[in-house]
């Protein structure tokens, strides 16, 4: 069955700390998409980054970083020397074929990042 | 970039009457809209998968004679929840998904409900 699992709830940290978010899923497809999204407190869902199975290669953009594994079916977000404004709930999905515009949410990660 | 909204924001309704939510993608065509339910503090979990022009899909345990979802045309669509309740207060989202650009899904602000 398909399932993701963000097992940190909440996490707190103080700024220009580097800070990850964990992500584990679950998928019985070979064909499948991982996404983070960040919802700040106004609600609004801000996609961040989109990763397809064949795809394992890391990613960087800016002070964002994402780390693929296949091996420990893992999807990582680390957010590098945080700031106030990055204070937001965090979620990881996954999607997979043949339904892959179906989204399938963690629990979501509550990070604060404080001043 | 790709613009969802969502009207209203936030509403407040009595026990038994029906609200309408509507979202919009507002500069481009979405062939496919999804409405997602969050609970406070909790994922967002898909309610059910329109398209223009046709029926909706509902996930399982989603009552559709509750939750009417309405595609009219490819920058809108409706949900209303009908009879209201105290339990379907939540926190509503709708996403888009353009046209072409399949497997990228673009969020409204969301709508609040609160049924007394």
């Known amino acids: 069955a398909q399932k993701v699992t963000q097992a940190q709830t909440e996490i707190s940290v103080v700024e220009k700390e580097d800070v990850t978010l964990d992500c584990v899923y679950e998928?019985?497809?070979?064909?499948?998409?991982l996404f983070w999204y960040k919802q700040p407190p106004s609600g609004e869902l801000v996609f961040l980054i989109r990763r397809n199975s064949f795809d394992e290669q890391n990613e960087i953009s800016g002070r964002y970083s994402w780390n693929f594994q296949k091996s420990t079916s893992s999807f990582n977000f680390t957010i590098t020397a945080s700031q106030v404004v990055d204070s937001a709930v965090y979620f990881c999905?996954?999607?997979?074929?043949?339904?892959?515009?179906?989204?399938?949410f963690g629990t979501g990660t509550r990070l604060q990042v404080f001043p | 970039g790709a613009v969802v909204s969502q009207h209203p924001s936030w509403v407040i309704c009595k026990s038994g009457t029906s609200v309408k939510i509507e979202c919009r993608s507002l500069d481009f065509q979405a062939t496919t809209m999804f409405w997602y339910r969050q609970f406070p503090k909790q994922s967002l979990m898909l309610m059910a998968t329109?398209?223009?022009?046709?029926?909706?899909?509902?996930e399982q345990g989603v009552e559709k004679d509750k939750f009417l979802i309405n595609h009219a045309s490819l920058t809108l669509s409706t949900l209303t929840v009908t009879s209201a309740h105290p339990e379907d207060s939540s926190f509503y989202i709708c996403s888009a998904e353009e046209w072409g650009q399949y497997n990228e899904q673009f969020f409204g602000p969301g709508t609040r409900l609160t049924v007394l």
């Open positions: 999905a996954l999607s997979e074929a043949p339904r892959t515009d179906k989204l399938i």
């Open positions: 329109s398209n223009e022009g046709s029926k909706a899909t509902y």
């Open positions: 998928t019985r497809d070979t064909t499948y998409y």
